[in-house]
């Protein structure tokens, strides 16, 4: 027979007056002197005081189930020939190693009693000067607006900064040059926007840069951003950072922000303390629908940012 000892006890350490089970698994074993040795289901109870527990078993295959607390758990041990002394641990063949398996993302938000979404901040406006630049074509009649977004790792963009306006430089072989805020964490990269029209308010895409660096330098003049830049590509309208609602085919149906739900490719949002919204992307302002009269009529407000 082989003497079995272990110690049970529960996640914090403490010790786990427990009911052990060891059901035989293995056939009878017929020993060299003729007697036939029939495996038994012994059973027995750690020490209430330090959890641990002796048993002495047969050569064979078992199961044991510990139960404790109103939970069970099993595993399988196999027991050699001899009259050794043995721990539990020595003995199991099942697998008993802590595998982690990341649970399904259901949500990435705050829970505290409330649903709190967390966007990475909009950005500060970069800040400009006239520099030169060789090859760069800028003149004093170059003089444009721009505006930056950070980028989050999924490619989710804040809203855009602020404008900030250029001293359009001088003479030969001039750039402007804009000194980009610190990105905070968890931006991955920087997307700057450029006017190329005084009398619009749109800014459009003009490079990306590494979260890391700290300036860019734009050479093109009005003609040379022309012939690049795409007109579609305009600084996005509100801050997608904090996540998106997805359908089972995975289309976004509706990004929150700290301003309101936006619905993704329209013109729509909704905003606390205002209500549903429309986008003139003539003006850039938003403008908030509203119903008034008998008979009732809709009309929308002077708009807002």
Excluded at 227 to 247: E, F
């Amino acid at each position: 027979m082989i003497t079995i000892t272990g110690k049970i006890e529960d996640t914090t350490g403490a010790a786990v007056h427990a009911q052990i089970d060891f059901k035989a698994l293995s056939t009878p074993q017929v020993l060299a002197t003729g007697i036939v040795l029939t495996n038994s289901d012994p059973s027995v109870k750690s020490n209430p005081s330090d959890g641990t527990f002796t048993v002495q078993l047969a050569a064979g295959n078992y199961a044991v189930t510990i139960t404790a607390n109103g939970f069970s758990s099993q595993f399988n041990i196999a027991v050699p020939t001899g009259t050794a002394t043995m721990t539990l641990d020595e003995v199991v063949t099942s697998n008993l190693v802590y595998t982690y398996a990341a649970p399904t993302t259901v949500w990435n938000g705050t829970r505290s009693g409330q649903i709190t979404f967390q966007p990475i901040a909009n950005p500060a406006a970069p800040t400009a000067a006239a520099s030169i630049y060789i090859g760069g074509h800028q003149t004093s009649a170059s003089s444009f607006a721009y505006q930056i977004a950070w980028m989050d790792q999924f490619g989710n963009l804040t809203f855009h900064s602020s404008d900030v306006n250029n001293v359009a430089p001088t003479g030969s072989n001039n750039a402007t040059t804009l000194t980009l805020p610190t990105a905070p964490s968890g931006v991955a990269a920087t997307w700057i926007y450029r006017s190329n029209n005084d009398s619009t308010t749109n800014r459009y895409f003009l490079a990306q840069v590494a979260a890391n660096v700290t300036t860019y330098t734009d050479w093109q003049s009005a003609t040379d951003f022309a012939g690049t830049m795409n007109p579609a590509n305009k600084a996005p309208l509100y801050n997608a950072t904090a996540g998106q609602l997805l359908t089972t085919g995975g289309t976004i149906v509706g990004v929150f922000t700290d301003e309101g739900l936006y619905i993704p490719n329209t013109n729509v949002r909704l905003v606390p303390g205002f209500g549903a919204q429309l986008y003139n992307y003539d003006t850039n302002l938003w403008h908030t629908l509203l119903c008034s009269g008998s008979p009732a009529r809709l009309s929308l407000d002077a708009g807002q940012l």
